[in-house]
């Protein structure tokens, strides 16, 4: 039980790279961008992978009439889900503590990843419903309005994961660095139920 | 008939057996590399070196790739270039200033790289303006000319603009003697009446700044050109002289005569010193010194009253002449620093001078007379050796760093290579045609790149599809990796190309800038963001604070304005990503067109002449809206009262 507390305190750590590192990374490339526009998000704000990138994004929306990307002050995402982790990753770590000390079992380090599990999935709705909003919600006067073959308008949502054309851009969504680190955390976590779960059979 | 073929075929075939066979011990059988493949860079690759080849009489310098030979960049130096709006905007108006007041144009000669332990190190580059002398910088992470400044007593500024190992001074010379300071004397009293002037620059570690620490008053003769000392012979300057005979009407003839004429060696550090301990007279001058502040992205120009002069004769030690068989053009120095080639304009031989010989003549005082007091040394105690080369007319040369040289000559149409230390002639090859200077990369520092050489051309005449009686200049590149060269490309450059200075690819590139800043911004008229724009009344003076962003201009429709106004378009761009400039031009314009990067701001001044409603517009097509870049200005008659008005958008 030991071993499995020791994961349970490190596992919940892991989580703290998301105020370093980026949790999502859309890249934005086309012809006459060969090095491709870049937007980091990490749980406090967006970020340019370079650092005029949102200005130059924001630049080339106009055209099709969608929104500036969000500043930290526009969404409440940005202001809470600092807060969510933190308070996450110290439940996480009290939990390993009184796990090493006996007080609880190993049914807590699942309940921990499991209440995760569920935060985590919540925050990936949330967030494709920005992007829906971001990618859908048109300037009625934008200056170029695009149709679907179908005769629909053009939508621009970018991809929640993966790679999607649209117009002259090739958009790449794909998970970054902080979420690598949060998976690696909450495996380690879900090894410690693991664990846990094993040693009490044993006895 | 078909016979015949049949037995070319074989023969054909038994031909390439035995090249193939061949192929196998040498690397320069039938079967290398082609030309074509040699020279090919393909779409989408870059090449291995940036080539700065001087303008000529364009003014300006012209940056190329090798060894694709294709054209890069004109960068504007001392000519007005209404591509950009060099010297016709506010901003670099100044940059063309002189003591003769604004001269738009020059005669732009020897650009050379800057060094750091004999390296190229790729911070700068110099270039001489030959007419109305003047040196100027030009910055390699922007490839913009950032500083210009004059050389007062100087005329014909051609043995310039060549720099020290560690880019301590940029040296120029005077070709033209003329009288010392200017006064009106009759042209027959030349001889021993003018002098020739020689000017050390030294120059900022830092930022690059000029600033004409000395110069130093020869006897009139002509300075032809020159180059540094490097390694043992560093703090040493070798310039050619023609002329010796001083005289001053058909020098084609009458300064011929001379069999010899020097190869004078400066000891610039020795003369620093006496200058630094005090030394040389303060001389009354004016002359201009330009300089562009990339903060402000404005130039200022300075007036200098005051030049420090040094008798050559007051520094014992400091000068001496090595006497150079028929007016010796091209002064060139090889990498080790120990052999000085004078090239010999009129002969068929070049003579190679030593080094250590010099300095134990020297020190031996074995001295031939002298000239102005001035010691010449002994021909034979200097010379290390002469090439019989065979061709006619050596102007210049250049070295490999694996022991040759390369010289051209001109009269014969052809570069030469050939052994430094047994002098032995290895190859030669025909230039189309009469070649001026060649350049190997770094061909002039202690670690040449000997991989090409580019041979640049006087005379073009069939080289390409004819375009009239005027034709751009050709130019040749040979690849030197081997023991023979190969020419394996020929292209026309633009203006005259003089000399040029070539400098690795992976040096110059990585630093090159993309955008300027808006932060950091710092011209007074800058428009930091579109609510800043305004419109402001100063008596006749209207200046119009614009912005510009894809696409529009902020404002862009502007009331009040009446015939007889100066008016100052101030224009500041506000994007920030890499290769989207906005141009602007507006009807009647008497200056050119703008074109501003990302984050920089230029004025262009327009005087209406006429009532109406006239159109501007963004000149360089920045985006999918960019025929929609656009405004109108209202101009009223002079006596009209229409209140200013500006707006975007209503």
């Known amino acids: 039980m030991k071993k499995a507390s020791l994961l349970m305190i490190i596992g919940p750590l892991f989580l703290l790279g998301l105020y370093v590192f980026p949790l999502w990374n859309i890249m934005l490339g086309a012809p006459q961008y060969p090095d491709p526009l870049g937007l980091n998000i990490h749980i406090s704000g967006l970020q340019g992978a370079n650092e005029f990138d949102i200005q130059n994004i924001d630049g080339l929306n106009h055209y099709i009439g969608m929104q500036t990307l969000p500043k930290p002050e526009d969404m409440w995402e940005f202001g809470t889900f600092p807060q969510i982790i933190g308070i996450m990753v110290a439940i996480g770590v009290l939990i390993g503590l009184l796990g090493y000390f006996g007080k609880v079992s190993y049914k807590w380090f699942i309940g921990w990843f499991t209440l995760m599990s569920i935060l985590g999935v919540l925050g990936m709705y949330d967030f494709n419903e920005w992007l829906v909003d971001y990618g859908t919600n048109l300037d009625l006067n934008a200056i170029m309005k695009l149709t679907n073959p179908d005769g629909t308008p053009m939508t621009y949502k970018p991809p929640l994961l993966g790679h999607v054309k649209m117009l002259n851009f090739d958009v790449t969504s794909l998970p970054s660095i902080g979420a690598w680190l949060m998976f690696l955390g909450m495996m380690l976590t879900l090894t410690a139920g693991f664990l846990g779960w094993k040693n009490t059979k044993k006895q | ?650």
């Open chain 2, 1 to 650: 008939m078909k016979i015949n073929n049949h037995l070319l075929a074989t023969v054909g075939a038994f031909l390439m057996l035995v090249s193939c066979g061949e192929q196998n011990q040498s690397s320069n059988g039938a079967l290398s590399s082609s030309a074509a493949e040699k020279v090919y860079v393909a779409p989408g690759e870059q090449d291995e070196f940036y080539a700065f080849l001087s303008g000529g009489y364009s003014g300006n310098l012209t940056v190329y790739g090798l060894p694709s030979g294709r054209m890069f960049k004109e960068i504007p130096v001392f000519s007005q270039f209404p591509t950009s709006g060099y010297g016709y905007s506010e901003e670099t108006k100044p940059m063309l200033n002189t003591s003769h007041g604004f001269v738009p144009w020059d005669d732009a000669h020897h650009p050379d790289i800057s060094q750091t332990n004999g390296e190229l190190d790729g911070r700068w580059i110099f270039i001489n303006g030959n007419n109305t002398p003047r040196i100027a910088r030009i910055n390699l992470s922007t490839f913009e000319t950032e500083e210009i400044i004059e050389v007062p007593n100087s005329a014909g500024n051609h043995s310039s603009s060549f720099i020290t190992e560690n880019t301590e001074y940029v040296v120029a010379g005077t070709r033209f003697s003329v009288p010392i300071p200017q006064r009106d004397m009759p042209i027959n009293e030349y001889k021993s009446n003018f002098k020739g002037s020689l000017s050390f620059i030294s120059v900022d570690p830092e930022h690059g700044h000029m600033d004409l620490k000395f110069q130093l008053l020869m006897p009139g003769f002509n300075y032809d050109l020159s180059h540094p000392g490097r390694g043992k012979s560093h703090g040493w300057f070798f310039f050619t002289t023609y002329n010796t005979e001083e005289a001053h009407t058909l020098q084609e003839v009458n300064a011929s005569q001379n069999d010899k004429d020097f190869i004078a060696a400066v000891n610039w550090k020795k003369i620093e010193e006496y200058v630094n301990n005090g030394g040389g007279t303060k001389m009354p001058a004016n002359y201009a010194h330009n300089v562009y502040d990339e903060g402000t992205h404005t130039a200022t120009t300075t007036m200098n009253k005051e030049v420090l002069t040094v008798d050559p004769l007051k520094v014992p030690g400091a000068v001496y002449f090595l006497p150079t068989p028929k007016s010796p053009h091209g002064c060139d120095v090889d990498p080790t620093g120990q052999y000085i080639i004078g090239n010999g304009k009129l002969s068929a031989d070049l003579t190679v001078h030593s080094f250590d010989k010099m300095i134990a003549a020297i020190e031996g005082e074995k001295f031939d007379g002298e000239a102005y007091g001035i010691p010449i040394l002994n021909f034979e105690d200097v010379l290390a050796g002469q090439v019989k080369s065979g061709g006619l007319g050596p102007l210049h040369t250049e070295f490999d760093g694996q022991g040759n040289a390369y010289t051209t000559f001109f009269i014969s149409s052809e570069v030469v290579k050939w052994k430094l230390g047994t002098w032995e002639v290895i190859d030669r090859k025909p230039t189309y045609y009469s070649v001026g200077h060649l350049m190997i990369p770094g061909g002039n520092s202690r670690k040449p790149f000997g991989k090409y050489v580019v041979a640049m051309n006087k005379i073009t005449k069939d080289r390409y599809l004819p375009t009239g009686p005027e034709m751009e200049h050709s130019a040749q590149i040979y690849d030197i990796s081997g023991d023979k060269m190969e020419l394996i490309y020929d292209f026309p450059t633009h203006g005259e190309p003089h000399y040029a200075a070539g400098i690795p690819a992976d040096i110059l590139a990585p630093k090159s800038q993309k955008i300027y800043r808006l932060d950091e911004n710092e011209h007074p008229n800058a428009v930091k963001t579109p609510t800043d724009a305004k419109v402001v009344r100063e008596g006749n003076e209207v200046h119009i604070y614009m912005s510009t962003i894809r696409s529009h201009f902020t404002p862009d429709n502007i009331e009040g304005i009446k015939v007889g106004d100066k008016v100052y378009f101030h224009i500041t761009n506000h994007e920030q990503d890499f290769d989207v400039p906005h141009g602007f031009a507006i009807i009647g314009q008497n200056t050119s067109e703008l074109l501003v990067m990302p984050g920089q701001t230029k004025t262009s001044v327009w005087e209406p002449k006429q009532v109406g409603v006239w159109p501007f517009y963004c000149t360089d097509f920045c985006s999918a809206l960019h025929q929609e870049m656009q405004g109108y200005v209202r101009v009223s008659p002079a006596n009209s009262n229409i209140a200013l008005k500006w707006s975007l958008g209503e």
